[in-house]
């Protein structure tokens, strides 16, 4: 009788417990809330999630680091379209970064503090640069494509090794303190003739503190010790209000 209880409950967990610990070891439904309402997969280091589309945001498991960080374009069969806001916050990625056309979504602070980061191509799948995307990371070299259209508040904050960084045509807005703190040793290249230009399309809060500014033509515009440069954009928005085009 014990022999046929021992077989019983052998049975019952080669058919039952087993299989059951291996899906809750590789799949789980979790969000940073504790509210378990989606499917997360680990692999390599990376968390991926279903969401509508379908497909699959990814982000890094906390903590990691990567000799090179790829992303892949299609995981499980569906496409990767987002990295999620805060996606890899603090990690260390210690080579390039690969980000696949797939992507058309990058989040909020999505490798803001990231250390040892080299160079980004951001995919032209992407139109925005959310806010703090880049924030006091040590970004060395970067690729904005001509699909980008707006560049949110602090995305290049404190990027202190950066060397220079290209804006393109098509970027027709700009957040706040967008590159603060950048230095002397810092070039930013703007898709206008001026820098008075640039303060009218963009507004004048970008805060570009003490870096370098060439224009389209690659002409240094800033530091100059040119007063009008700083009024001439205020006095073209007084002329506007009162309907008069200087």
């Known amino acids: 009788m014990k022999t046929i209880i021992k077989q019983f409950?052998?049975?019952?967990?080669?058919?039952?417990?087993?299989?059951?610990?291996?899906v809750c070891d590789e799949r789980y439904s979790e969000d940073?809330?504790?509210?378990?309402?989606?499917?997360?997969?680990?692999?390599?280091?990376?968390?991926?999630?279903?969401?509508?589309?379908?497909?699959?945001?990814?982000r890094s498991s906390t903590g990691n680091s990567y000799?090179?960080?790829?992303?892949p374009d299609i995981y499980k069969g569906l496409p990767v379209t987002t990295i999620e806001s805060f996606g890899f916050y603090k990690a260390v990625i210690a080579n390039n970064l690969t980000i696949p056309n797939s992507v058309?979504?990058?989040?909020?602070?999505?490798?803001?503090?990231?250390?040892?980061?080299?160079?980004?191509?951001?995919?032209?799948?992407?139109?925005?640069?959310?806010?703090?995307?880049?924030?006091?990371?040590?970004?060395?070299?970067?690729?904005?494509?001509?699909?980008?259209?707006?560049i949110g508040y602090s995305a290049f904050e404190g990027c202190g090794r950066l060397r220079s960084i290209k804006i393109p045509n098509s970027v027709t807005s700009i957040g706040?303190?967008?590159?603060?703190?950048?230095?002397?040793?810092?070039?930013?290249?703007?898709?206008f003739a001026s820098l008075a230009e640039a303060n009218l399309g963009?507004?004048?809060?970008?805060?570009?503190?003490?870096?370098?500014?060439?224009?389209?033509?690659?002409?240094?515009?800033?530091?100059?010790?040119?007063?009008?440069?700083?009024l001439q954009p205020i006095i073209r928005q007084l002329f506007e209000k009162a309907d008069i085009i200087p």
């Open 67 to 71: 000799s090179h960080l790829w992303i």
């Open 176 to 191: 706040n303190s967008v590159f603060r703190n950048w230095t002397s040793s810092q070039t930013i290249h703007i898709p």
């Open 9 to 22: 409950w052998i049975i019952i967990i080669t058919i039952i417990i087993i299989p059951l610990m291996t």
């Open 32 to 58: 940073i809330g504790g509210n378990y309402d989606y499917d997360a997969f680990y692999d390599s280091y990376l968390l991926f999630t279903l969401i509508d589309g379908p497909a699959y945001s990814v």
């Open 202 to 230: 963009w507004g004048s809060d970008w805060a570009y503190n003490n870096a370098i500014i060439k224009n389209n033509a690659g002409i240094q515009v800033r530091p100059r010790n040119n007063p009008a440069d700083l």
């Open 104 to 150: 058309t979504s990058i989040g909020d602070s999505a490798f803001a503090y990231c250390h040892d980061l080299w160079g980004v191509i951001i995919p032209n799948s992407v139109t925005l640069i959310h806010g703090r995307m880049f924030y006091l990371s040590s970004l060395l070299d970067i690729t904005i494509p001509d699909s980008v259209t707006s």
